[in-house]
């Protein structure tokens, strides 16, 4: 009587094991086939499928406001991609990015392109294009606003690439269904940190915040005044999207930085 157990404990497990990736225990952490990207906090990363950023899903950072640290939360992985001459995508942020502290931070500037977007539908036409794109390694963008049924085209688009996307939405956005199987909610903290809260993973449910130390590049701290006049703000690719609304944009912003 007592093998029964065992031999049906090895049957569930030969069972489980044959189940796609996006199938899991509900007490359990979820993999996938492709290993995951190292966040650069181990404390995250504990938390994390795969024991880091998971490849091939949308990724939903909701904020408190922009602006709160999202780049320096994410530049050690970043960092790591752009040293491996993998391409990073800032889709329309909303401040353009300090070309001397991202580099303090180690992204390689060489590898990052600037795309700008001023509408909501230009912007997830944007993400579709570059979601095409199987050779990069991080697309980053700022949206706002999103419908249910683009985030899951997004969903669906980042699935067929093996890249990290990341979509940056209000906080208030928590209370709305996402079809991204990552939700996180970020809101600054005190002595430099971050506050992190999982609020939708594959496996158990986060009980609590994670508090995150985040590097603050010198140039943010010292008066950088007489360096920022020295050098461009934007060294990096700048692109608009091929549409003729946006090249107008970009034209004036090429203008500006040249004046």
Same mark, same amino acid.
């Given at each position: 009587?007592?093998?029964?157990?065992?031999?049906?404990?090895?049957?569930?497990?030969?069972?489980?094991?044959?189940?796609?990736?996006?199938?899991?225990?509900?007490?359990?952490?979820?993999?996938?086939?492709?290993?995951?990207?190292?966040?650069?906090?181990?404390?995250?990363?504990?938390?994390?499928?795969?024991?880091?950023?998971?490849?091939?899903?949308?990724?939903?950072?909701?904020?408190?406001?922009?602006?709160?640290?999202?780049?320096?939360?994410?530049?050690?992985?970043?960092?790591?991609?752009?040293?491996?001459?993998?391409?990073?995508?800032?889709?329309?942020?909303?401040?353009?990015?300090?070309?001397?502290?991202?580099?303090?931070?180690?992204?390689?500037?060489?590898?990052?392109?600037?795309?700008?977007?001023?509408?909501?539908?230009?912007?997830?036409?944007?993400?579709?294009?570059?979601?095409?794109?199987?050779?990069?390694?991080?697309?980053?963008?700022? %949206? !706002?606003?999103?419908?249910?049924?683009?985030? &899951?085209?997004?969903?669906? $688009?980042? /699935? @067929?690439?093996?890249?990290? +996307?990341?979509?940056?939405?209000?906080?208030?956005?928590?209370?709305?269904?996402?079809?991204?199987?990552?939700?996180?909610?970020?809101?600054?903290?005190?002595?430099?940190?971050?506050?992190?809260?999982?609020?939708?993973?594959?496996?158990?449910?986060?009980?609590?915040?994670?508090?995150?130390?985040?590097?603050?590049?010198?140039?943010?701290?010292?008066?950088?005044?007489?360096?920022?006049?020295?050098?461009?703000? %934007? !060294?990096?690719?700048?692109?608009?999207?091929? &549409?003729?609304?946006?090249? $107008?944009? /970009? @034209?004036?912003?090429?203008? +500006?930085?040249?004046?």
């Amino acid at each position: 009587m007592a093998a029964v157990p065992s031999a049906l404990s090895f049957a569930h497990s030969s069972i489980l094991s044959t189940l796609p990736d996006s199938v899991w225990r509900g007490d359990q952490m979820g993999s996938c086939k492709v290993a995951g990207i190292a966040s650069g906090h181990r404390a995250l990363d504990r938390e994390l499928p795969n024991g880091g950023w998971p490849p091939s899903v949308l990724i939903e950072l909701l904020l408190a406001n922009p602006g709160i640290g999202e780049l320096r939360l994410l530049a050690p992985t970043l960092s790591q991609l752009t040293r491996a001459g993998k391409s990073v995508i800032l889709l329309a942020p909303p401040h353009i990015p300090f070309a001397a502290a991202l580099t303090e931070l180690g992204i390689d500037l060489k590898y990052v392109l600037l795309i700008e977007a001023d509408k909501p539908t230009d912007r997830i036409w944007a993400v579709e294009q570059a979601l095409k794109s199987a050779s990069f390694g991080a697309l980053l963008c700022w %949206l !706002p606003q999103a419908r249910a049924d683009h985030l &899951r085209r997004l969903q669906l $688009a980042a /699935a @067929a690439g093996d890249g990290l +996307t990341f979509v940056f939405r209000p906080r208030e956005a928590r209370e709305q269904s996402s079809p991204a199987p990552l939700r996180m909610v970020c809101e600054p903290a005190a002595a430099g940190r971050m506050s992190v809260e999982i609020i939708k993973r594959r496996g158990p449910v986060h009980a609590a915040p994670i508090f995150l130390p985040l590097a603050i590049p010198d140039v943010l701290i010292k008066p950088f005044a007489r360096r920022a006049m020295a050098e461009p703000i %934007l !060294p990096f690719s700048s692109h608009a999207v091929d &549409r003729p609304a946006l090249a $107008a944009t /970009a @034209a004036r912003h090429r203008a +500006t930085l040249s004046a």
